[in-house]
């Protein structure tokens, strides 16, 4: 009830909840078409085995069949596991090949974050995995997507 409201005064939805719950924010999502919905921490990938990124990318394509939900491309960090490039380049580009680049935006979730990697390495780390993409699709993660969700411009 009270997430209902939340259109009516302006206000969006920065969901966070870890990969298993996925599915239940999805369903959520439907019911709220008019809710602004982001979901943190690129929907928080812990289980990184081949069982566990099925499941984490089931629920994604179920949040991104829903076009008032958009992705934040941050914290791919594991709490048990060094910063990995190349299995977090795999999750950001399936993550973006869902929401596509106008509904996905780079963000970092420093402090928390510095744990595993420094912030200017990790927005260079994700720069690099995107550099084969056009400028505009770039442009669109690093600033177009979050302008255009928080309304940070006309």
Not at 11 to 38: I, K
Not at 43 to 63: C, I, N, V
Not at 137 to 147: G, K, M, Q, T
């Amino acid at each position: 009830k009270g997430l209902r409201l939340f259109p009516k005064y302006g206000f969006s939805w920065d969901l966070r909840v870890p990969f298993w719950h996925l599915q239940e924010a999805a369903e959520v999502c439907v019911l709220l078409p008019d809710l602004p919905v982001v979901v943190e921490h690129t929907g928080l990938p812990w289980d990184r085995s081949k069982e566990g990124l099925m499941e984490w990318g089931k629920a994604m394509k179920a949040l991104a069949a829903c076009r008032n939900v958009f992705l934040k491309i941050s914290e791919l960090g594991l709490a048990t596991a060094p910063w990995n490039y190349n299995e977090n380049r795999r999750i950001v580009r399936e993550a973006i090949a869902l929401f596509g680049f106008k509904r996905c935006m780079f963000a970092s979730n420093f402090p928390v974050s510095g744990l595993r990697i420094g912030y200017v390495d990790q927005a260079k780390a994700v720069a690099h995995m995107i550099k084969d993409c056009s400028e505009t699709e770039r442009r669109s993660l690093f600033h177009d997507s979050a302008n255009s969700f928080y309304r940070l411009e006309d």
